[in-house]
């Protein structure tokens, strides 16, 4: 089984940086996807980024514009997401999710990944 621990969330005024972590472990293979989503107050879950193990490649949502670096320590089994110039409208539930095989595709869809870990809140002020 698959297990997630979410964890970096925090308050950060706008402009500011911070790091997520989403540690990872219960694969059975070395090919898998972890991704991130984020859901704010009364708005539908979004993709913000994914990682594939198998060759490194990535994705991030269309918001994203530059301001988010996705990154992995396959020895540590950890992902992270690092977020600078962060905005009020950031503000959410980040949630990280994996899924094996790897399903990293440029539309980063939540019904793709099976495994989700607890989300962690991000509030940005401004």
């Known amino acids: 089984e698959v297990q997630l621990q979410a964890s970096g969330g925090g308050l950060v005024q706008a402009g500011g940086s911070l790091r997520l972590s989403c540690a990872a472990s219960?694969?059975?293979?070395?090919?898998?996807?972890i991704a991130w989503f984020r859901q704010a107050p009364g708005k539908e879950r979004e993709g913000v980024s994914c990682?594939?193990?198998?060759?490194?490649?990535?994705f991030y949502g269309y918001f994203v514009k530059g301001r988010f670096t996705i990154s992995s320590d396959n020895a540590e089994n950890t992902v992270y997401l690092q977020m600078h110039n962060l905005k009020p409208e950031d503000t959410a539930v980040y949630y990280c999710?994996?899924?094996?095989?790897?399903?990293?595709?440029?539309?980063?869809?939540?019904?793709?990944?099976?495994?989700w870990g607890q989300g962690t809140l991000v509030t940005v002020s401004s």
């Open positions: 219960g694969f059975t293979s070395d090919d898998y996807a």
């Open positions: 999710a994996a899924e094996d095989p790897s399903i990293c595709l440029p539309s980063i869809v939540d019904v793709d990944f099976r495994s």
């Open positions: 990682i594939s193990s198998s060759d490194g490649s990535t």
